[in-house]
């Protein structure tokens, strides 16, 4: 059993930060593929950022590219980080921490059926 903490949401103007916390607490199982999903209003969920854990890696989605940097805790890779920049009304959405024990693909990193765990979700709110 995996259960994933999420932290660091909030409400933001335009052209502002945040970040984003997960913790894996492991109890039978360990994650190496960690990071976030959003869902904004009335739109499909999708896949915004993930690290493979061990390796490093990183994959983004287009739209957040050059805003946003996913990180892990370098000694205990059981935490993951997202800093978000130059937020965008757009940006707006309840963000969901997600976990697999497998490592991140970049061919299916940005499926949901593919993360075993997933966080409570922690709201951003982007005003313009």
């Known amino acids: 059993q995996v259960l994933l903490v999420e932290s660091g949401g909030g409400s933001v103007e335009t052209g502002g930060s945040l970040r984003l916390s997960c913790t894996a607490l492991?109890?039978?199982?360990?994650?190496?593929?960690m990071g976030w999903f959003r869902q904004a209003p009335g739109k499909e969920r999708e896949g915004v950022a993930v690290?493979?854990?061990?390796?490093?890696?990183?994959?983004y989605t287009d739209s957040v590219k050059g805003r946003f940097t996913i990180s892990r805790n370098n000694t205990a890779k059981n935490t993951v980080y997202l800093q978000m920049n130059l937020l965008k009304p757009e940006d707006t959405a309840l963000y969901y921490c997600?976990?697999?024990?497998?490592?991140?693909?970049?061919?299916?990193?940005?499926?949901?059926?593919?993360?075993?765990?997933w966080g409570q979700g922690t709201q951003v709110t982007v005003s313009s």
């Open positions: 997600v976990g697999d024990a497998a490592p991140c693909s970049g061919v299916w990193w940005t499926r949901q059926s593919e993360y075993k765990h």
């Open positions: 492991v109890y039978v199982e360990n994650v190496f593929c």
């Open positions: 690290i493979y854990t061990l390796g490093g890696s990183t994959y």
